[in-house]
């Protein structure tokens, strides 16, 4: 109420916002909302603590009911709504009912947008962001196929590029596993096979389960430690800790490929589907279509061999280079 009450007392110095609802998500918001608070007056909303030196032009609003956070949406007085947040009128991330803001979604993450997006995702945006030639291309037939009036426009993917410049701080481990959520990965037992296999060559590893797996208990973090498998328990991974990447359908591979110019391996699990009619569409999702080229893929049953592949690899040149050639010819 504090919040909201301070918000509406200074509501009118504020023509841009940045809607950001966790510390995760504002780590691919901040490059965009810097930008913006060198020249104007900036709010920031989020539904958590955001720790972020508090420059002159950004103000920080955290709201935490839901109550609060749905007054604020519909009764909000921008002009313009920056969101890595989608589903924009779905949840209580809703547009204003007193004004005629334009709302602007920023990418989070380079994957297909019609496959693991639920179906109405964008349909309330103003405008939409794409980071790579798959996601324009997506975004042209869903704005087709539902006759919508929004502005579609190609940007670089600035997380990226602050990938990049972080270095190791630490004694590399050679593996990190990063499994997405609801593609069966544990409860076809990957998990105790690639550890099985791991220890079996003595690998080096670490798992990184997705938050979403432990909220929907695909797992428990007792099974790691009755197992004994060190987690990544970083707000964000940092793939100069590791030399390589198991992963499954997580856009994680994909990051990975455009960071390191080099090639994950994967697992071909069930994939991860949030919309269920992405097969009508005509433009193949990048994760289907560039997962053969940006890793090296396995069936589930030849964890072994994906092993054995790990302890054989060595640094190849001209491997870095067909990615970089990849990376430059799909992205911005």
């Known amino acids: 109420m504090i919040s909201f009450y301070y918000y509406k007392k200074t509501e009118r110095k504020f023509n841009i916002g940045f809607f950001c609802e966790s510390e995760f998500i504002f780590n691919y918001i901040q490059p965009y909302l810097e930008k913006k608070i060198l020249k104007t007056n900036v709010v920031l909303i989020s539904f958590e603590n955001i720790l972020y030196k508090n420059e002159n032009n950004l103000n920080i609003f955290i709201f935490r009911t839901n109550f609060f956070r749905e007054l604020f949406f519909l009764t909000l ?25 334009k709302y602007i979604y920023l990418q989070h993450s380079p994957v297909s947008l019609s496959l693991i997006y639920n179906e109405n995702a964008f349909d309330s945006f103003d405008a939409v962001q794409t980071i790579n030639r798959f996601q324009y291309n997506e975004m042209k037939e869903i704005k087709k196929l539902k006759n919508l009036n929004l502005k579609i426009f190609k940007s670089k993917y600035l997380f990226i590029e602050k990938q990049k410049l972080i270095k190791s701080n630490h004694e590399k481990t050679q593996v990190l596993i990063a499994p997405s959520w609801n593609t069966e990965f544990y409860s076809i037992n990957c998990h105790l096979n690639l550890r099985k296999f791991l220890l ?36 964000f991974v940092n793939f100069f800790d590791y030399d390589y990447l198991i992963s499954d359908w997580s856009g994680i591979f994909i990051e990975y490929s455009l960071i390191t110019n080099r090639k994950a391996f994967l697992l071909n699990t069930p994939k991860k589907i949030s919309n269920k009619k992405f097969e009508n569409f ?11 080229k940006l ?32 990376i430059q010819e799909n992205f911005y």
């Open 77 to 101: 007085k921008l002009n313009f709504l920056y969101s890595s947040t989608p589903d924009l009128d779905n949840t209580i991330f809703k547009k204003s009912k007193f004004f005629r803001c």
């Open 200 to 235: 079996e060559n003595s690998i080096s590893f670490k798992f990184r389960p997705h938050p979403m797996s432990f909220k929907k208990k695909e797992i428990d973090k007792d099974v790691f430690d009755k197992l004994k498998i060190r987690l990544d328990n970083s707000k």
């Open 282 to 292: 005509k433009n193949e999702p990048l994760e289907i279509s560039l997962r053969h």
């Open 295 to 326: 890793a090296n893929t396995f069936e589930v049953d030849k964890i072994e061999e994906l092993v054995k592949k790990i302890n054989e690899n060595k640094e190849d040149v001209s491997e870095k280079n067909e990615i970089k050639k990849i």
